[in-house]
């Protein structure tokens, strides 16, 4: 399984965009890029699945250049409650059973 | 709609005692599930892994075992626990014929070996 590194912690202030890059350099042709969110003491949240380019739902974006070998969470506007773990995953198909590893996340902290 | 039950919420247990998490999930057939273990501060350790009744996959070697005796079912068990068994344990699940990897989790089981 391709391995993902991502920032340990970042830092933001309500209001703004936040953008979390996730290196992934040995991403393999059929992997696909997902990221959950986790608050403490609770199970991560699905946020947001690409392949390439870009995607968007009402909840963030995923960018993800031409080499796929990193992608960016971007965050629209954060606010008090975006604070939580991100976690970068990448990995087989989604038809694969076996699930992707989570590494240890990018906490967020968004200020006043 | 889906949904998936863990119990107990909370569990302090003595070194060497046995251990039994349930998980089950209302809603959906033939799911996957998976267990995962968070230890404080950490990531997510993926430990099994089923695809079908009785079909268990480990991913880490280790004094747990986990089993699937219903579609909807699935149980972590040890017969002896050690302290570096307390931590967060999550139970989950996904589509078997899923489009995405969007997985469910439930709200957790927080263990504590003392």
């Known amino acids: 399984l391709a391995k993902t590194t991502q920032p340990i912690s970042m830092d933001s202030y309500e209001g703004q965009e936040v953008n979390i890059t996730c290196s992934h350099n040995?991403?393999?042709?059929?992997?696909?890029i997902t990221w959950y969110q986790q608050f403490p003491s609770q199970g991560p949240r699905f946020i947001i699945q690409?392949?390439?380019t870009k995607v968007t739902n009402e909840v963030a974006s995923l960018f993800i250049p031409a080499d796929r070998k990193s992608s960016t969470l971007s965050l629209p506007r954060v606010s008090l409650s975006d604070t939580a773990v991100y976690y970068c995953?990448?990995?087989?198909?989604?038809?694969?059973?076996?699930?992707?590893?989570f590494g240890s996340g990018t906490q967020l902290t968004v200020l006043p | 709609s889906q949904t998936i039950h863990q119990w107990p919420a909370t569990l302090v247990q003595p070194v060497g005692s046995p251990l039994s998490l349930e998980c089950t999930v209302e809603?959906?057939?033939?799911?996957?599930l998976y267990w995962y273990r968070q230890a404080a501060g950490r990531g997510l350790q993926l430990l099994f892994y089923?695809?079908?009744?009785?079909?268990i996959s480990s991913e880490v070697p280790q004094n747990l075992s986990a089993s699937r005796p219903q579609d909807r079912q699935f149980i972590l068990s040890s017969k002896k626990l050690l302290l570096s068994d307390s931590g967060f344990y999550l139970c989950?699940?996904?589509?078997?014929?899923?489009?995405?990897?969007?997985?469910?989790f439930g709200p957790g089981t927080r263990l504590t070996v003392t």
């Open positions: 989950a699940w996904r589509p078997r014929l899923g489009s995405t990897y969007e997985q469910y």
């Open positions: 040995n991403i393999a042709t059929n992997d696909y």
């Open positions: 690409g392949y390439k």
């Open positions: 995953l990448v990995g087989n198909g989604p038809g694969s059973a076996r699930q992707l590893t």
């Open positions: 809603g959906t057939s033939n799911p996957n």
């Open positions: 089923s695809v079908g009744i009785g079909q």
